[in-house]
């Protein structure tokens, strides 16, 4: 489709009219300079003195360099954009997350006792910077009968308090067995 800026262009250069170019531009597929070429040969425009030749060169040069910076922009401004938002969302998530820490506790009891309740924000910083310490602590004290569990609105949940009562269970038979006990309470070693 042949467009009024395009038929402008051509009847500035070859200094002809509007029905002229439109016809010339249709005949080249809308290529301004195979439509002068066209206009050449047929006679109907004379070519530049001197044998010279047009160019467009400079001009699309020019729309290009336009183009290209208006695109880098927008470029530009999507991706900060779009580091702006995922620095949002990741703030927003770090946000929710030590909001729902500081909500709910890890608890530490010993026969029946409550010793200890540290907020999750807290137990999971130590079991980040200080894993090698923290995890064996937990074992050990299973060991020596404590028991954990987790308490607040969101983690206050029988599946995960049921793991933990199942850590401690299977942390007393292996203590049973260490001892030589039997399941009925008779001695193995008789």
């Known amino acids: 489709m042949i467009k009024l800026e395009q038929v402008e262009e051509l ?3 070859a200094n002809i009219s509007y029905e002229e170019a439109k016809k010339a531009l249709e005949e080249a ?3 301004i300079l195979e439509a002068i070429i066209n206009l050449e040969k047929q006679n109907k425009i004379k070519p530049p003195a001197g044998g010279g030749y047009y160019s467009t060169k400079d001009e ?8 290209d910076s208006e695109a880098n922009r927008k470029h530009k401004e999507d991706i900060s954009i779009s580091i702006k938002d995922l620095f949002k969302q990741v703030g927003s998530f770090i946000v929710k997350a030590i909001d729902k820490g ?10 029946g006792k409550k010793v200890m309740a540290l907020p999750v924000t807290i137990l999971v910083l ?19 009968g404590f028991k954990y569990r987790f308490s607040g609105p969101d983690l206050e949940r029988e599946d ?6 199942s850590m401690a269970g299977v942390v007393e038979n292996i203590k049973k067995e260490v001892k030589g006990d039997n399941s009925n ?6």
């Open 126 to 144: 130590l079991a980040i910077f200080a894993f090698w310490v923290v995890f064996p602590l937990l074992i050990v004290g299973l060991f020596f």
């Open 160 to 165: 995960i308090n049921g793991a933990m009562n």
């Open 102 to 111: 500081n909500r709910n506790f890890f608890e530490v009891f010993k026969n």
């Open 11 to 13: 009847r500035k250069r």
């Open 29 to 31: 597929n809308g290529d």
């Open 185 to 190: 309470g008779e001695d193995s070693n008789n």
């Open 60 to 67: 699309i040069k020019e729309v290009n360099q336009f183009q």
